[in-house]
Nanobody
């Protein structure tokens, strides 16, 4: 059974930090291109943090540049998103995604709410 399980979301004050995790089962993360997406109510799903870009550095969305960091631990088969200096506009459901060829897997999403 292929699965991505996300955790780490919650309610945080502006300026705070959260670390999201996405643990994969049924496949090996090191063999896949991994992404973090987010979707706010009424908005399209947005790619915020890719990993395993070929031929260049990670291409973070401008809205999160300098604040978010994507990483993975292949031994743990887990993808992470460290989110610092959070802003209310970061409020969204965050999803991890794994792709390789025709395969595309998605986590269930974890809610991040940034509010005073």
């Amino acid at each position: 059974q292929v699965q991505l399980v996300e955790s780490g979301g919650g309610l945080v004050q502006p300026g705070g930090s959260l670390r999201l995790s996405c643990t994969a089962t049924g496949f090996t993360v090191s063999n896949y291109a991994m992404r973090w997406y987010r979707q706010a109510p009424g908005k399209e799903r947005e790619l915020v943090a890719p990993i395993d870009n070929v031929g260049g550095p990670p291409n973070y969305a401008d809205s999160v540049k300098g604040r978010f960091t994507i990483s993975k631990n292949n031994a743990e088969n887990t993808l992470y998103l460290q989110m610092n200096s959070l802003k209310p506009e970061d409020t969204a459901v965050y999803y991890c995604n794994a792709e390789r060829g025709f395969r595309s897997y998605w986590g269930q999403g974890t809610q991040v709410t940034v509010s005073s």
